[in-house]
């Protein structure tokens, strides 16, 4: 069983930036992938940024350059930098982590808007 806990969400102004972080309930190096997700009302939820356990990144079209993906081992917490974040940015907000099957948190709302 892995538990993952969603957290950094909030509402931001164009241009901003924010960054989320995501708590697993185990060692990060027992998963095989962890990755960020997203989904805006009306819409399929997306993939964001992904990172496997050999530290191997994959970033959606969209992002850009603006987003970035990161771990850190000790705390068992994956992160999502968020920059130059813009309306069109506004979802919910998922991690998840492979370890045999897809595990899910909660999400966390990120909202973009002046």
């Known amino acids: 069983q892995v538990h993952l806990v969603e957290s950094g969400g909030g509402l931001v102004q164009p241009g901003g930036s924010l960054r989320l972080s995501c708590a697993v309930s185990?060692?990060?190096?027992?998963?095989?992938?962890m990755g960020w997700y997203r989904q805006a009302p009306g819409k399929q939820r997306e993939l964001v940024a992904a990172?496997?356990?050999?530290?191997?990144?994959n970033y959606a079209d969209f992002e850009k350059g603006r987003f970035t993906i990161s771990r850190d081992n000790a705390a068992n917490t994956v992160y999502l930098q968020m920059n130059s974040l813009q309306p069109e940015d506004t979802a919910v907000y998922y991690c998840?982590?492979?370890?045999?099957?897809?595990?899910w948190g909660q999400g966390t709302q990120v909202t973009v808007s002046s």
């Open positions: 998840n982590a492979r370890r045999g099957q897809l595990y």
């Open positions: 185990r060692s990060i190096f027992s998963l095989d992938a």
């Open positions: 990172i496997t356990s050999g530290g191997t990144r």
